[in-house]
């Protein structure tokens, strides 16, 4: 089955780069997503990537996607404080279907 | 252009009762998908809908149940509602099955 993991958390200071990383199982993705999630509110789509892409950037985002390992990762370069939230990571399989398994979210942290 | 809006914005309920989420997608989008937040479980797939039919349906029971209308907005209803469905309901729309935006939610608490 589809499997989506995270770690819960991350604390950096401000100014400094941020790197939330995620592993999936699922080899027949076809999309993968980052969603930031702040307290009381619903999941802002930040980015996402195709599959058949191995880099993405956005701004202050930066998606890095590894297939062979299936290994999603999103840097934030200088964090601000207005970073501090739940980021997910989300796979679209290939199965037809277009549903999103989601990780369970890495909290971080910005301190000033 | 509005987002995804989704009321009520908080829904207290007691076990056995009945609770009837509603869900209005951005303009122009035709599918809507239902998801459960709830403590500890992270996001659950539930529903989804697209041109009014059911299309895809995540490993809920049968009292969770739903429909879209000719205007593409969307109900989530539960039934005999249980403690453990307490959660924030988040509804998502999209146009294309690449990007789905997001509501607020509903958050429901079952007591």
């Known amino acids: 089955g589809e499997d989506v993991e995270q770690s819960l958390f991350l604390s950096v200071r401000e100014g400094d780069s941020s790197v939330i990383n995620c592993t999936y199982t699922?080899?027949?993705?076809?999309?993968l997503y980052w969603y930031k999630q702040e307290p009381g509110a619903g999941l802002q789509l930040l980015t996402y990537?195709?599959?058949?892409?191995d880099m993405k950037q956005d701004q202050r985002l930066t998606v890095l996607l590894n297939k062979k390992d299936k290994h999603l990762s999103l840097r934030i370069a200088d964090t601000q404080t207005g970073d501090s939230a739940i980021y997910f990571c989300a796979e679209r399989s290939n199965s037809g279907y277009s549903t999103l398994t989601f990780g369970k979210g890495t909290m971080l942290l910005v301190s000033p | 252009e509005a987002g995804v809006t989704q009321s009520p914005t908080h829904l207290i309920k007691t076990r056995g009762q009945q609770a009837t989420l509603r869900c209005s997608p951005i303009?122009?989008?035709?599918?809507v998908y239902w998801y459960q937040q709830a403590l500890g479980l992270g996001l659950q797939f539930l529903l989804w809908?697209?041109?009014?039919?059911?299309?895809n349906r995540g490993n809920f029971p049968p009292r969770f149940s739903g429909r879209q209308f000719p205007n593409y907005s969307s109900e989530l209803n539960v039934n005999a509602l249980e403690l453990e469905d307490s959660a924030l309901y988040l509804c998502?729309?999209?146009?294309?099955?690449?990007?789905?935006?997001f509501g607020p939610g509903t958050r429901l608490t079952v007591l």
């Open positions: 303009s122009g989008h035709t599918s």
């Open positions: 699922d080899s027949s993705s076809t999309y």
């Open positions: 990537i195709f599959s058949n892409m």
């Open positions: 998502a729309s999209s146009y294309s099955t690449n990007e789905q935006f």
């Open positions: 809908y697209d041109e009014g039919e059911e299309r």
